[in-house]
């Protein structure tokens, strides 16, 4: 059942044991598994299997192309089928709009809207003409080197609007287009008839795998944009000063936005360090809000009763066959290996996510 929540916690109900109500809580406050890339297979993130990755891509696409949402207005996070939206819209109809659109896409379960209404400044936008606009974001297209394997073109420009077509050979390449023509000077809207892909494929996987072994290459792409997002989480996720099961995570052209909230300034600070240090990061924007908690003593959770938690939600899940788990002072180790990038995050995600664990040393190999 699908539930909506704006800018609070809450809305979930489950009749799990108490290890899934802690998952639960972690996903209301927005955690990312923003990459699903797998193994050998061709297909990555189908609509009837609804990963976080392809939700997260659809509702950019979605909020682009229908909302008069400009790409860098608003942030995007999906963990376990809940969407975050942070950021600016123009008015409540258009927040209103956003969150019907989100709710509408397959394998959504929740929203928590985080949006602010920002009505638009007076101030006279500056005028260029739909010639000029065409002919800036056609030289934009074929200047980005990621897009060669695509063919998108502009098929026209009305009064700002551009109207992109053409073929994109994934689903990343999709939305970088949008992202190259959103950005050019002069641009109000992106409508589009660009043919692509509708899931994930195995390219893409290729791709990300390439940039995550030269993590200093400055190729843009929205692929290299998940890989980016996954490991900002995975170090979240392995960093004991770090919040982050309340710290979302968005990337754009490499460049990193966190939103949430934090405890206290250093908490803040941590998380923006900690995201620098991802190879591929240009540039952090830190939105997170700090929220002094109330000082709680923490009941202490014996190592054991953690490692017996994960290990019984692991086991039984296949991709988790070859998982070790051991635990030492609340910090979880994980070794072994899974299938994909996508369970190496979730597994990660898990075991922070048990109450006790302070944070986790992830030595999970891809295979």
Known sequence: MKSNTVAAQGGFESSRPWLRASLLKATQVGVVLALCFVGPRTVYAAPGQAQDAWITAQAKLTLWTNSGIRSNAVKVDTSEGTVTLF???????????????????????????????????????????????????????????????????????DKGIVLLTGTAETMSDQLLAFLVADSADGVRHVVSEIKAPSQFMEVESKKAGELAKASKSKLTTSANDMRITTEVKLRFLSDNNTPALKISVDTNRSRVSLFGAVASQEQSDRAKSVAQQVGGVTFVRNYLQVVPETQQELARVDDTDIKGAIAKFLQGQPEFKSVNVSVTHGTVRLTGSVPSSWDRLRAALISRSTPGARSVEDELAVK
């Open 87 to 157: 950021g600016k819209v123009d008015s409540a109809s258009q927040k209103k709009e956003a969150n019907e659109l989100i709710f509408s896409i397959e394998g959504v379960k929740h929203v928590q809207d985080l949006l602010q209404i920002v009505t638009p400044s007076d101030a006279r936008p500056i005028t260029i003409g739909d010639e000029r606009i065409k002919t800036e974001v056609t030289r934009a297209l074929k200047r980005e080197p990621a897009l060669k394997s695509s063919s998108v073109s502009v098929q026209s420009v």
